[in-house]
């Protein structure tokens, strides 16, 4: 079929359209460098896809590390990290706010700066993030009014918390040459909503100085302060498509939203489509089938299928939440989740690459660079196939057409063949042309395909492969397009001539030349083939590279910082690409030894790569080529079974001498929280100021002879543990919150003095998704009765974490401790001098019952230019119950469940973990039942690169000897 060149006065309309809306429709300032309009977001008048990850700073708690993680998310693509800023995380008590070494605000958004990302600023107040209390400081826990409302008592709390984190974040907005470019208002506010205290927040960011657009996360698109009182510059919503249930990976819903553009058009359609968060991976509760099988859930098909379905709607604001997801150390997890928060992200909780990144990557670079995306309006497209759905989207600007092909039935494995009925200003037919071959989308695939498209000196009329990017290489333009290996591929431009050169992987390539038309079909090749072609008239020579999936992957297109973007085939990740006269210098990290190649300006004679000279030779058709070697070092890992590990019991509450005088009574009659008691006096630690970890009750009362029973009642959340005792006789353990244990009478000293002692091992408290104040609900006991004829007056007393809310260790935090004897007295930390403490061995062969701690030292010698993310794993298969903690140089780097799990391997981020030097390790075990021993420990690499990592210090935080205080 003859190509028709017509321009049709239909693109002429459109583009006229689309000149009289592009209005500046910026309610804060139309001088201000963030400006948008119905199409997409403007910065400094340039418009970007604002392709944006979910990173949270203290959930990686090594701020020399945010620079690997900022670096990363440039090399795949994200220009903006959304960050949520966690009050609980700075705020021990009310008045008392830190930004100090990992809370050092200023440093975080000069980092993310540093490597040219923008940054989406989510201070909440109220965040949710599966955090504990949802991102409230513990002492709000105690607050009498309804938080997530206008009420002055919660106000009074908010504003402090803005007042302070203000500080930090309106110097380092976008007018100011900072990285904020968005600012969102609370977060998912859908239940209970107020809009007077939407309104309130949104004044004070205001007032304090914050001046660049205000958002908006509905979490769901629920037109909730979209318009009205309360309303957002840039209103946006979430989706979490195939929700948490890591369980079952391949349960999929069996259609994605089609109804986004459509209700974008009625609730906000003079804004940008924003997706503030959009699932890259999903949370794992206590219990849960590990983070494995979140990375299954949401893998490199879903990002496939699933963004792709966002853009087809129309977004060209999109945060995939998360995109490196991190640790939830020491205290800070919600109570429903555990230690890690690898979430199943791109960039998995050890920073290493996934098969997502990859794809995110290809999909980034794809709308970084192919510019007509911005400004799309939707026309209507055919394909010959009901099972396939095509939306089209044309440029109003232009004549550039997009087809986003997926299938109908989302959750389909079927592979279907089909083809594009074209219609844009290169004609009307129907693509591919060539006979018996077709588009495929074989089993959980979308594809966004470019139609008349012009590229350097190039006009493509389309290309049924996907485009990865184009860059100009001199005067030669060169474009990638990849689809997976063995499907068929054709590539359309406009020519003089019809001759062609493949080199590379065999991919069958043949062409055919009619009416300037140059056709080019191939099928993916395992790896890359390249085919050149002559210039002609102000066409100059073209390279097309076509790639099989796999292939496409390992290609990166880095920019220079003078603006040039270079291609680069092979590396495990590239990450830096500098061009001096004749010197590329690369950076980057390898897994194995590795072919690259490379296509820059032929001026480039000499490469680096991390600094090292790398043999090339230039190909046939215009490459570079050398190779760079992998890890080839052997890494010493200590043996940890083999340590000299020092061992102390640790629960000297249990017995009746124990000297608690310096313990605060727990004697309130009352209290405001919404769980009220079932007995008095109030039994919940957070009244008495103690937020964090464990918890001892001591409960004194003089025997009659009619007691019978205790009855215990514990509020606490998932994955807890309690334990009780009286007179220092293990009564028992309990994993559920309520028991009745009938008292044997040896157990009582009759007409004397008797002591209950209770042990909580809590995990954090609730959110307040629903505002309903779910986040108060306490840590402690609602009910402690002896029972009998009568029931027993008992005086109690209790203790938490060390100070309350004085915490003893600023550096570390108000999340780092909790009340154990051991975390009191400092033995978690480098350098507790333990000679005088029993040797042991681990895994310990000798019951235990109660607390034991455990303490070792190691040492590592890692070469300098290594990445050896390492872990610290628990082996256990043993079914004595027991709870741990595992402190690595001071710092609760992991809290185990050995019945419970899932949680096995504990990232120990360096930085916190030295890898050039002496590291104390401290295992806290909690015997839930009556003996447990304490399975393996070992340390566990989750990889090695050679890598240009930015070189990592350490923490600098207290050892033993110069922390404050160990008041017991
Ligand atoms: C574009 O999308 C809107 C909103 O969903 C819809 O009403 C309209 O019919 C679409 N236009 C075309 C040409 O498909
Ligand atoms: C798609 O979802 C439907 C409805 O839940 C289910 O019956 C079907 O088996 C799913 N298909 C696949 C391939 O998972
Ligand atoms: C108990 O501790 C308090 C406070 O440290 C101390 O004053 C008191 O002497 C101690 N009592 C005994 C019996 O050791
Ligand atoms: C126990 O009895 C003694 C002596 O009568 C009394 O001083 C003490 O207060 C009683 N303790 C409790 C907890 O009731």
Known sequence: ???????????????????????????????????????????????????????????????????????KFKAL??????????????????????????????????????????????????????????????????????????NPEYETAWKEWLTEVDRYLVPNQIDKDGSIILNQIENEYAYGRDPSYMKAIADKFREDGMTVPSTFNDPWPGDHFARGEGSVDIYGWDGYPVQFDCRSPDIWPTNASTYYREFHSNVNPTQPMAIYEFQGGAFDPWGGPGYDSCRKLVNEQFAKVFYKNNYAQGATIQNLYMAYGGTSWGESPTSSVYTSYDYGAPISEARLMTPKAYEIK???????????????????AEVDNFAIRVDGLRDVNGATTFYIVQHQVTNTTNSDNFHINLSTVDGEFAIPRKA??????????????????????????????EIFTHIKQDSRDVILVYAYEGEHGEFAISSGFGDIQAYGVNANVSSSFD??????????????????????????????IVSGYNSASRWWAPQ????????????????SAEIEGTQLALTGDTDVDTDIEIIVSDLVSEVTWNGINVKVTTTQYGTLTGKLPGPEEDVEIPDLGQAVWKYSPASPETANDFNDTNWVPADHKTTSNPWQPMMLPVLYADDYG????????????????????????????????????????????????????????????????????????TTGHQEDFVTDDEYKQPRGFSDVSLLGSNTTEISWKVQGNIGGQEIADTVRGPLNEGGLYGERMGWHLPEYPDESWEDATVPDTIG?????????????????????????????????????????????????????????????????????????????????DEAVTLGEVTLEPYGKLLSAKPAVGMVESPSYSERVSFLI
């Open 515 to 544: 009416d300037s038309v140059l056709q080019i079909n191939y099928i993916h090749p395992e790896g890359s083939t390249y085919v050149s072609t002559a210039s002609s008239g102000d066409r100059s020579e073209m390279l097309l």
């Open 436 to 465: 018996n071959t077709q588009i495929t989308l074989n089993g959980r695939d979308a594809k966004i395909l470019t139609t008349s498209y012009d590229f350097g000196s190039q006009h493509l009329l389309y290309s049924t492969s």
């Open 848 to 928: 235990k019952s109660g607390v034991s701690w455990y303490r070792t030292t190691f040492e590592l010698d890692f070469p300098k230019n290594y990445d050896v993310p390492m872990g610290i794993r628990f082996s256990d298969t043993k079914t004595e119950r027991y709870r741990a903690l595992l402190f690595i140089n001071g710092w609760q780097l992991g809290k185990y469940a050995n019945d419970l799990g899932p949680q096995t391997l504990f990232y120990l981020p360096e930085g916190l973990l030295n890898h050039n030097g002496k590291n104390s390790i401290a295992v806290a075990v909690i015997a839930v």
């Open 560 to 575: 220079s910082s003078g603006g040039e973007t270079v291609l680069v085939s092979g590396p495990y990740l590239v990450r």
């Open 1 to 71: 079929m003859p190509v028709k060149k017509l321009f049709t006065s239909i693109s002429l309309v459109l583009s006229l359209i689309g000149a009289a809306s592009g209005l500046n429709n910026s309610a804060v300032n139309s001088n201000h460098p963030v400006t948008w309009d119905q199409y997409s977001l403007k910065i400094n008048g340039e418009r970007q896809f604002i392709f944006s990850g979910e990173f949270h700073y203290y959930r990686l708690p090594s701020p020399d590390l945010w620079d690997d993680i900022f670096e």
């Open 362 to 380: 290809l999909q980034a670079t794809f709308l970084r660079d192919v510019k007509p995306f911005l400004t799309t309006t939707n026309i209507t």
């Open 77 to 150: 693509g994200f220009n903006t990290a959304s960050i949520y800023f966690y009050w609980g995380y700075h705020s021990a008590k009310q008045g008392v706010y830190d930004f100090e070494g990992v809370r050092d605000l200023s440093k975080l958004l000069e980092t993310a700066e540093k490597y040219g990302i923008n940054v989406i600023s989510r201070a909440g107040p109220y965040i949710n993030a599966e955090v504990s209390e949802g991102g409230y400081p513990g002492w709000l826990t105690t607050m009498k009014s309804k938080a997530r409302l206008g």
């Open 690 to 761: 103690y937020h964090t970890g464990s918890l001892w009750f001591r409960g004194k009362f003089n025997a009659t002879s009619d007691i019978t029973r205790l009855r215990v009642n514990a509020t606490m959340g998932p994955g807890s543990a309690w334990m009780a005792w009286i007179n220092g006789d293990y009564l028992g353990g309990m994993t559920n919150h309520f028991n009745e244990f009938q008292l044997n009478n040896t157990v009582l000293r009759q007409a004397e003095e008797n002591v209950i002692s209770l042990l909580l091992w």
